[in-house]
């Protein structure tokens, strides 16, 4: 079976994120390299293939993890193409070398590790980027992440994560940027471009591998790993926007997700990897599937055993098996009961060794060992950090101006699990250092070094996700939280630290109750009966359902896992040198039992009518969300008029121009995001109540104006039928501006026939 023979080797792709056309001119885009080089490439490509036995061939389709014995035999044997795990450039070295100066063709191995949101320096959990509502933080993120990791001879980097999702019991959904394809497009294009850049042979940059291929966030029930069962329409609408945006900034890999897709595992799905990602993208990178994805084909029912794992990987369009090692051992078998073909094989191995020459290891294989202090941990890097760990903090409540915090203070608790912990880099942090990780009571000591900070944690939290359990915080450290209560009653302000540990997001880390863990409510509730001054600060990776948090504390600030910086980033915040200006990516919904729950959703034929029992709704509590997508408060205030579309009527190739004014009319400088929403109707496909087309965030001087614009165009108001065709359909839009996804100005226009 033929995959790739008959696509161009010269293509393009044009993917509209955050309103900026990116166009890919090569196989796989690669930040668009020259034709010439491209051309070269390909030529040593196809010379390097004639070499190879079949032998040679299937060992370069095979990636392996770790520095033990089996990668070094396998490194000097020439049976491994690319080895992950590895984070040390004097180990990544010595593997290299053995590959490099035993192995017949000297090919040279391709070293990948999981830099999500930073390598050593950790920046903030891709959810709180996405609160930023600015690109620019994911890509000053990526640009250090992709420099420190390249530093070390890592030239592979398992990210972005684009996955969207609507379920905040998965805990995996710490790592992508929220539940809108819109603002996930915006984010996962503005990290690849920073990685990869144009060159990813550059020393400091990396070859991006865009993950979860497909709809990983769609885990029924929120539980990992889980199926996803949904209809074309909405794996297009409101998953694929995210993928397609990373492959049209460059993206040069893929890695496949361990979910199934309407009854196929991703790894074996013919349909997303051959018909989507390559026929109708045009995508001509590496495809790679996540850990032992290819064996587990096996329990998934669709391959009776390694072999069949095998062939139906390979067939559907996988190019590199990660750990599980079936096309490597049953490859030759395969081809000889010609169940896979010569050509597809030899299309997967031009794919590996394309992206190796393009990352530059055939010429330069090693790392320079005495270069890397200089790369990692640098002091505008940490600084970088903490800016932007600021930039994705969310006020969720301030009521009678609780917050910014006096600086004149004399005393002030610090209060809670997490209070003084170090952990606050998240899940899948890259090989980030607690020693580095500035605490939230450090932070506020930093801040006010002339103040009394005293630190009561009232009870533990602890959990790394791996190996140390989780402690949930089950009892106080003194009854009734006496001791916290003792300290807020002293103090002249207590700021009150919860949340979760990094154990209770990511990876395998689903909660089928996302209320704060353990006693830790209990403790908010003990520090209010004292009738002292106390804001809350939460740290999780995931929305939480907090009605009681809410309903008692006078102000909450949502910190995220912030990253090293977390607690001078939260000082800065409590403390008014940063007016907040975050908002959520996600809904926060008020109880479990309203999930899934989302701001994306269609209309039903019953919408929810306090006065009528026979309508959508709870008949035991709200059916609205505690906060919606968007939503975040400031310091200052802003106000949004002037909402003006640039005509009544859009051609269906057209666009159009949406204008709307926004004015900070409080008393100091802040933040603001301008949202921009639409909604179609009447459609032969129900649609979204609210889709978001464009923001943008603002600073404005107090009692300064700013007109934002969007242009609107065929993507803005089109939308995938279940037939996988895009269609533009004539009718009304409605228009809405705001600054959350509640956005109340309105107007419309007509797209024509």
């Known amino acids: 079976m033929q995959i790739k023979s008959a696509r161009s080797r010269v293509l393009t792709v044009v993917v509209s994120a955050c309103a900026v056309a990116i166009a890919a001119t090569v196989p796989g885009s690669g930040g668009a390299i020259a034709s010439s080089r491209a051309a070269d490439i390909e030529s040593k490509v196809n010379a390097l293939l004639a070499k190879m036995t079949v032998d040679e061939k299937l060992s370069q389709l095979q990636q392996m993890v770790g520095n ?45 590790y999981d830099t999500i949101h930073g390598f050593r320096t950790t920046f903030p959990i891709g959810l709180a980027e996405g609160a930023s509502f600015d690109p620019s933080v994911g890509a000053t993120d990526f640009t250090v992440g992709a420099r420190e ?53 550059a020393p400091d940059k990396v070859l991006t591998e865009v993950k979860h291929f497909a709809a ?20 297009r609408n409101l998953y694929l926007p995210p993928y397609k945006a990373a492959i049209g900034a460059g993206a040069d890999a893929v890695m496949t997700s361990f979910n199934t897709v309407a009854g196929v595992p991703a790894t074996a799905n013919h349909h997303l990897l051959t018909d989507i990602l390559h026929k109708e993208w ?25 072999a069949d794992a095998a062939r139906v990987s390979l067939n559907a369009g996988v190019d590199m098996e990660m750990v599980s090692t079936n096309i490597a051992t049953y490859g030759k078998q395969l081809l000889a009961e010609h169940k896979i073909s010569m050509s597809r094989v030899n299309d997967a191995v031009r794919d590996v060794l394309r992206v190796k020459y393009k990352a530059g290891i055939f010429e330069h294989p090693y790392a320079d060992e005495a270069a890397v202090p200089g790369k990692t941990m640098q002091p505008a890097d940490v600084a970088a950090a903490r800016a932007a760990a600021a930039r994705t903090m969310v006020l969720l409540k301030n009521d009678k101006g609780a917050l910014p915090l006096s600086t004149s203070l004399s005393k002030i608790a610090v ?41 009561t944690p009232g009870c533990t939290i602890t959990g790394d996700g791996f190996d140390t359990p989780v402690n949930n915080c089950p009892e106080p450290t003194k009854p009734g939280f006496a001791d916290v209560k003792d300290a807020a009653s002293a103090a002249d302000v207590s700021v009150v630290v919860v949340g979760e540990a990094s154990g209770q997001s990511g990876e395998a880390s689903s909660r089928q109750n996302i209320d704060l863990p353990g006693q830790q409510q209990a403790l908010i509730d003990a520090v209010k009966s004292t009738g002292k001054p106390f804001v809350v600060v939460l ?83 709200s059916s609205s969300p505690l906060y919606p997508f968007g939503y975040g408060l400031t310091y200052t205030s802003f106000k949004l008029s002037n909402l003006s579309l640039g005509g009544s009527t ?56 700013q007109t934002v614009r969007f242009k609107l165009n065929r993507d803005s108001v089109g939308f995938y039928g279940n037939d996988g065709k895009f269609v533009v359909e004539p009718g009304q839009i409605n228009v809405y501006a705001g600054d959350s996804s509640d956005a109340g100005l309105t107007s419309s226009f007509t797209v024509g026939k």
């Open 68 to 112: 033990g014995q089996d990668v070094q035999d396998a490194a000097r044997a020439g049976k491994v193409g690319a080895v992950f795990g590895v984070t040390d450039a004097a180990q990544v070295n010595q593997i290299q070398r053995l590959a490099v100066e035993n192995s017949r063709l000297h090919i040279p191995i391709l070293f990948g």
């Open 539 to 621: 740290v999780n990776g995931r929305p939480l359902t907090i009605p009681g948090a809410d309903a008692a504390s006078p102000a909450i600030l949502e910190a995220w896992f912030g990253g090293i910086q977390t607690g001078n980033a939260v000082a800065d915040v409590l403390f008014g040198k940063v007016n907040p200006g975050g908002k959520l990516p996600v809904t926060f919904p008020r109880y479990v039992g309203q999930l899934p729950l989302y701001y994306n959703h269609t209309r039903t034929g019953r919408p929810e009518d306090p006065n009528s029992k026979w309508t959508s709704k709870y008949a035991d509590g």
């Open 149 to 201: 990791s390249a530093a070390v001879g890592i030239k592979q980097i398992f990210s972005p994560m684009v996955d969207v999702s609507h379920e905040p019991r998965w805990g995996r959904i710490a790592e992508g940027s929220g539940e809108d394809p819109y603002l996930g497009a915006a984010m996962a294009a503005a990290k690849v471009h920073a990685g990869q850049g144009h060159d990813y042979g």
């Open 216 to 235: 990983y966030g769609g885990a029924e029930g929120g539980r990992d790993y889980n199926q996803v069962d949904i209809p074309e329409s909405t794996l």
């Open 282 to 306: 045009g995508f001509n990178g590496l495809v790679d599937t996540d850990y032992t994805a290819v064996q587990e084909l096996i329990p998934h029912g669709v391959a009776a055993d390694g």
């Open 650 to 705: 859009m051609r269906p190739n057209g666009s159009l121009t949406a204008s709307v004014t926004l004015t900070n009319t409080g008393t100091r400088a802040g933040d603001d995001v301008v949202q921009l929403y639409i909604n179609d109707p009447v459609a032969s496909l129900a649609q979204p109540v609210k889709r978001l087309v464009g923001f943008q965030r603002v600073t404005l001087a107090a009692g300064a104006s």
């Open 415 to 455: 209060v809670g699990p997490i209070a003084d912990s170090d952990d606050l880099l998240g899940p899948w942090s890259g090989i980030g250092q607690r020693s580095d990780v500035v605490t939230v009571a450090d932070g506020i000591r930093n801040a006010v070094p002339n103040a009394d900070v005293t630190v």
